[in-house]
């Protein structure tokens, strides 16, 4: 009998670490004999639901992601109604996207949540207050009944899994649970570019969602010293801007780099870094959040404690060089974070899940 799983996400985009994590944990299961995999999503995007289609996925794809500003979703079981429909008894149902939560109010099959991060938070992060006024001012309403809903069905999940250790730490101070277990996200997915031995004189950086708050005052600085390659359509000092880039030319440009810079401190997990690391490029961070657990100080990349040393570490690395072995050791560093790794993880513990005698 196969392993019965839906993987659940109340919106899917291209662009997007949550929908990463589902796109990559589908392709894999699909992949293994022995599991029954399909993915239950609401997205516009029909291009990429043809695109999964035409590799024999298992797609239910129930309508626009946009109906609804995806926070309220939390406050609204709109999207919860429709999906449950779907959902078997002998299932297991994995949450990926955090604005899915409250489908374990609909208890069918075995419900896991793997907490991608912290919704009922957005509100009160520096970059969430260069939002337009009339979300600013919804979301923030609706923090609290949304982080109450959230207490309230967080506790019916059979399973519970957070994205990293710093997750965890936060979900038993404002859930009051403690995840059975981090299963991180699948990063690496297939052999990427590679460059150990010839990197450019570059420093790269992500721009996320095109949020300055916090890192646009030390870019400039940065790069007044050094040359700095921008992902994102923004300006900052003398840095070159590229945009938006193909994933095919952003993985040239994190391979061909000397750096990555990586100066945000409210990261919980952080694809990026360990993008960077398999390529080869180290990372410069702060040490905070996801990326203190990712990278190793002074071996796949620097960690620094605040914003002079950030500046400081930048500069030295240029000026002074590093040894070439650390791109090896990056690059080691980030194929831990497999695809094969995390969903192994998952089907390890959802296997033991099951009663000792039932057998797949």
């Not at 609909?106 to 912290?118: A, D, E, H, S």
């Not at 359509?233 to 801007?241: E, F, L, S, Y």
């Not at 605040?306 to 560093?333: C, S």
Request: proline share 4%.
């Amino acid at each position: 009998m196969p392993l019965k799983i839906n993987l659940i996400t109340f919106h899917l985009k291209k662009h997007d670490g949550q929908s990463t994590v589902a796109l990559r944990t589908i392709r894999y299961l699909k992949t293994l004999n022995g599991i029954d995999a399909k993915l239950i999503t609401f997205t516009k995007d029909n291009e990429l639901v043809k695109s999964l289609e035409s590799e024999n996925i298992d797609i239910i794809n129930l309508g626009s992601d946009s109906l609804f500003y995806e926070g309220l979703d939390l406050i609204l079981d709109y999207k919860s109604r429709k999906v449950a429909k779907y959902l078997d008894d002998d299932s297991f149902n994995v949450v990926i996207s955090d604005d899915s939560i409250l489908l374990s109010k609909y208890k069918n099959g075995v419900t896991v949540y793997w907490c991608q991060g912290l919704p009922q938070l957005m509100p009160f992060f520096p970059f969430f207050f260069e939002k337009e006024k009339v979300v600013k001012t919804v979301a923030s309403l609706a923090s609290v009944p949304m982080h109450r809903k959230i207490l309230k069905y967080i506790k019916n999940y059979d399973l519970i899994f957070s994205n990293a250790k710093t997750t965890s730490i936060i979900m038993s101070l404002f859930y009051g649970v403690l995840p059975n277990d981090v299963l991180y996200p699948p990063v690496y997915l297939d052999q990427k570019v590679v460059n150990i031995n010839n990197p450019e004189k570059y420093a790269l950086v992500i721009v996320k969602r095109d949020y300055l708050t916090g890192i646009k005052d030390l870019i400039e600085k940065i790069s007044e010293k050094v040359n700095v390659k921008i992902v994102g359509n923004v300006k900052i000092g003398k840095a070159i801007t590229l945009g938006r880039v193909s994933d095919e030319e952003l993985y040239q440009l994190y391979a061909n780099a000397y750096v990555l810079l990586y100066p945000y401190i409210n990261e919980l997990f952080g694809m990026i870094p360990v993008e960077s690391m398999i390529t080869g490029t180290p990372v410069i961070a702060f040490n905070s959040g996801g990326p203190s657990e990712t990278i190793i100080n002074n071996e796949t990349g620097w960690l620094v404690n605040n914003e002079k040393d950030f500046f400081n570490k930048t500069i030295e690395i240029f000026e002074n060089g590093y040894d070439i072995n650390m791109r090896l050791k990056a690059h080691e560093r980030g194929k831990f974070f497999s695809t094969q790794n995390s969903v192994s993880k998952l089907l390890d513990h959802l296997y033991k899940y099951k009663a000792p005698n039932q057998h797949y």
